[in-house]
């Protein structure tokens, strides 16, 4: 092509480059497109719960919609920078640019799109296994199977989580054992100020608020641990606000339930009947 069908301003020239840069961002964002979808499944939070690999799934699909876009801003500045930089010699202005209609309608439309796609994916996403995040008292998104859920109280108070079992008497232990394969109802709640139960590896963030009952829903996998933290600043002591739950065989579970019955059986008269929220006080519990 010869160098006075190239004199910048051109519409040859505009052709020129803009196929050019075009097939640089295509090639790009092939390139990068099977590396995320490799590492996508591998990022955290992982597939302890159907909820867990929803979310996986979900920030795989909005990185591969985002790269491309990245791919075509980084790329643009690049190309713009080497492509069009003026040398030494050139004096004065450039010729008049006066944009591109067909370009300016095609990235609204293109923008657009990818904007409202992401939001109906995003809104079906949500509904159809229920939320991890807590939905208050009223659950709008509700998992299939909900109605028979094991429901877990989880109560938080200044500095720990405690964990009650309704299903079993309404005992209350220290720690957190979940049978496998279950679907979770989790009724998050405060005694005093406002926390967060956040078991990460579950999916699972619910803010514990005093004299209100925060649920969520959690449909477990095979056994293993997760960390639980505080995720609200809480106080002196937030920061050691942890604990490590467990996920173990439904037949692990009722036995360590039938022990955890028979070793808080004498303290079990001091509290109150089960409840979605108790009085603000700890103190008050008992009474």
Same mark, same amino acid.
């Given at each position: 092509?010869?160098?006075?069908?190239?004199?910048?301003?051109?519409? &040859?020239?505009?052709?020129? #480059?803009?196929?050019?840069?075009?097939?640089?961002?295509?090639?790009?964002?092939?390139?990068?497109?099977?590396?995320?979808?490799?590492?996508?499944?591998?990022?955290?939070?992982?597939?302890? &719960?159907?909820?867990?690999?929803?979310?996986?799934?979900?920030? &795989?699909?909005?990185?591969?919609?985002?790269?491309?876009?990245?791919?075509?801003?980084?790329?643009?500045?690049?190309?713009?920078?080497?492509?069009?930089?003026?040398?030494?010699?050139?004096?004065?202005?450039?010729? %008049?640019?006066?944009? $591109?209609?067909?370009?300016? +309608?095609?990235?609204?439309?293109?923008?657009?799109?990818?904007?409202?796609?992401?939001?109906?994916? /995003?809104?079906?996403?949500?509904?159809?296994?229920? %939320?991890?995040?807590?939905?208050?008292?009223?659950?709008?998104?509700?998992?299939?199977?909900?109605? #028979?859920?094991? $429901? +877990?109280?989880?109560?938080? @108070?200044?500095? @720990?989580?405690?964990?009650?079992?309704?299903?079993?008497?309404?005992?209350?232990?220290?720690?957190?054992?979940?049978?496998?394969?279950?679907?979770?109802?989790? #009724?998050?709640?405060?005694?005093?100020?406002? #926390?967060?139960?956040?078991?990460?590896?579950? $999916?699972?963030?619910?803010?514990?608020?005093?004299?209100?009952?925060?649920?969520?829903?959690?449909?477990?996998?095979?056994?293993?641990?997760? @960390?639980?933290?505080?995720?609200?600043?809480?106080?002196?002591?937030?920061?050691?606000?942890?604990? &490590?739950?467990?996920? +173990?065989?439904?037949?692990?579970?009722?036995?360590?339930?039938?022990?955890?019955?028979?070793?808080?059986?004498?303290?079990?008269?001091?509290?109150?009947?089960?409840?979605? $929220?108790?009085?603000?006080?700890?103190?008050?519990? /008992?009474?």
């Amino acid at each position: 092509m010869s160098s006075e069908l190239l004199q910048p301003g051109t519409v &040859t020239d505009q052709r020129f #480059h803009g196929r050019r840069f075009v097939v640089c961002w295509l090639v790009l964002s092939a390139l990068m497109m099977p590396l995320l979808w490799y590492l996508g499944p591998r990022q955290p939070p992982g597939h302890a &719960t159907v909820q867990s690999s929803e979310q996986v799934f979900d920030n &795989t699909v909005l990185i591969a919609v985002v790269t491309p876009v990245l791919v075509f801003v980084v790329l643009f500045v690049v190309y713009i920078l080497v492509a069009f930089r003026a040398g030494a010699e050139t004096a004065g202005d450039g010729p %008049a640019d006066r944009g $591109s209609h067909g370009i300016q +309608v095609l990235w609204i439309v293109a923008t657009t799109a990818v904007m409202c796609g992401l939001g109906a994916f /995003g809104s079906y996403e949500l509904v159809k296994d229920g %939320a991890g995040g807590g939905q208050g008292p009223s659950a709008a998104f509700l998992p299939a199977g909900h109605a #028979h859920a094991l $429901s +877990v109280q989880v109560i938080a @108070q200044q500095w @720990q989580f405690t964990y009650r079992y309704p299903t079993y008497g309404g005992v209350e232990t220290p720690q957190l054992e979940l049978p496998a394969d279950t679907l979770i109802e989790f #009724h998050v709640t405060s005694l005093d100020v406002v #926390h967060s139960f956040w078991a990460y590896q579950l $999916s699972v963030k619910a803010d514990a608020n005093p004299g209100s009952d925060n649920i969520a829903f959690a449909q477990l996998k095979g056994p293993q641990s997760f @960390q639980i933290r505080c995720a609200e600043v809480c106080g002196l002591w937030h920061g050691y606000m942890f604990d &490590t739950g467990q996920v +173990v065989p439904r037949t692990q579970f009722v036995a360590w339930i039938a022990r955890e019955r028979k070793l808080y059986a004498p303290v079990e008269r001091y509290l109150p009947p089960y409840a979605t $929220s108790y009085l603000p006080e700890p103190v008050d519990r /008992g009474g």
